[in-house]
């Protein structure tokens, strides 16, 4: 029996988020069953359980601020190496999902290769670079993302420009990289348009189906909600522009607020999250379009889903993205006016220009990007190790 120990994701059954949605798929799509997956779970107390066929096992960690994520994956990391002693398991990978624990990965890579345990890392994008955390906390991130290249058995990046970049700016670690892209499903919606559902969250944001952009996404600076807003502000559509994001409490909301006066414009609404994924399926599909900006790294699950459901993309233009949609999209620049020319032209565009987008970008996900490909991958890989 291979045991594959997966670490750093909130847990699973996802809810949200990029990585459980990730470990939600790589769990329920087991092909062989000759893996047995462990999964450590953000949780209020330490029991395990089982979700689809995965040894599931909590992990209990006061909240204390930034730091606490960086001490779940070191508590996730210790209770594995316990269990795998006490179980006397061989044939064990770790796989560790983003970079917080650099500064103590040598300690525990020691005593894991005594063990004959192999550590994969996943680098996720550049954390070190989120506008949200001040100057002694992205120097944090950068030197423990370096040191978790210099001492990782092997890097799974899920965006080739995230391999490209390590392989620049770690060169003289000689990181050992592959490339597994993020996944997506071209699958429609089990909702109806007269569903109840969508009926009332249109008429309680009072939205028209079709007749809405739609941005979706964590309300962060470095996603370039302000020049989304101030450009879409410039343009005379009669469109409306729908933010799905949480704002309660965010400092950014009210700075964008200050800036750019957003509230004067009616067409302008954020109206919250969603977290009922079939009725943000939906939503998806009855946008006109979907507006996305950004450029901090990776391949983004959003822009994924997006391209899975959504008839026309417009895509901040950034190496990681065009890498994603290629010719299944149309893009803009962060100059003034590139935003508002784009949404004036696509305004323009024939309903047979819109459908042959729409296929280009579907054609992308199932190509390149569907979960069955994905899971087949890891697994290839962790068989392989």
Known sequence: MLNIFILGSKGIPANYGGFETFVE?????????????????????????????????????????????????????????????????????IYILACRIGPFISFYKKKLENM????????????????????????????????????????????????????????????KTTFIAYGADVKLSNLSN????????????????????????????????????????????????????NVEENKFYQELLTKTNFNKDPRIKFVGTVYNQELLKKIRENAFAYLHGHEVGGTNPSLLEA????????????????????????????????????????????SNDIDNFEKRAKLRIINNYSWNNIVESYERLFLSI
Request: with cysteine; charged share 25%.
């Open 25 to 93: 798929h790589l769990t329920a799509s087991k092909i062989n069953q000759g893996i047995k997956y462990h999964v450590s779970c953000l949780g209020e107390n330490n029991k395990e359980f089982e979700h689809n066929g995965a040894r599931c096992f909590n992990v209990n960690v006061p909240n204390i601020g930034s730091a606490r994520a960086v001490l779940y994956d070191l508590l996730s990391l210790r209770e594995s190496i316990n269990y795998i002693k006490r179980h006397k398991l061989s044939n064990v990978i």
């Open 116 to 175: 004959g345990v192999k550590i994969l890392v996943n680098p996720d994008g550049h954390e070190w670079k989120r506008s949200k955390w001040n100057q002694a906390i992205r120097q944090y991130w950068k030197l423990s993302e370096s040191l978790m290249v210099k001492h990782s058995d092997l890097l799974v990046c899920d965006s080739k420009g995230i391999e490209s970049y390590i392989h620049s700016e770690y060169n003289h670690y000689s990181p």
């Open 194 to 245: 007269d569903d109840e559902q969508l009926t009332e969250w249109t008429r309680k944001n009072n939205l028209i189906l079709n007749e809405y952009y739609l941005i979706v996404g964590r309300f962060v600076p470095e996603n370039n909600y302000e020049l989304m807003v101030r450009e879409f502000m410039k343009t005379e559509t009669k469109k409306d522009l729908v933010v799905v994001s």
């Open 307 to 350: 391209l899975a459901s959504t008839k026309l993309n417009l895509l901040l233009d950034v190496v990681f993205n065009k890498e994603v949609a290629e010719e299944g999209a149309v893009y803009f620049n962060k100059s003034q006016g590139s935003l508002s020319q784009l949404i004036k032209e696509v305004e323009q565009y024939s």
